[in-house]
């Protein structure tokens, strides 16, 4: 929840307006998932220029995994998913 706080007041994310021991119930993102051809033409496209290439992707984890194994901390913060229909893209603001 506090992460979610967070990217909210960062605008990055909707507000969350509770917690469930089943879920979350949080505000409505304004925008639609993008389509394969949506992500091949800009300006979602740029973005892939901001992706690290593979080595420099297993370098970071590595580092990360080296400083972060000793906390033995149980809190994640990742949907481990990339699937286009888990993005939510707004043409008018373009976020």
Not at 27 to 44: L, R
Not at 46 to 69: A, G, K, S
Request: hydrophobic share 35%; glycine share 6%; with cysteine.
């Amino acid at each position: 929840m506090r992460n979610l706080t967070r990217l909210h007041a960062a605008g990055c994310c909707p507000p969350l307006y509770a917690r469930f021991n089943n879920g979350l119930c949080y505000g409505y993102a304004v925008g639609t998932c993008p389509s394969v051809d949506d992500i091949a033409t800009d300006p979602i496209y740029r973005y892939r220029r901001h992706v690290p290439n593979i080595e420099t992707l297993r370098t970071e984890v590595e580092v990360l995994e080296h400083h972060l194994v000793d906390l033995d901390s149980p809190v994640v913060f990742c949907h481990n998913d990339l699937v286009l229909n888990n993005i939510v893209y707004n043409k008018t603001e373009g976020t």
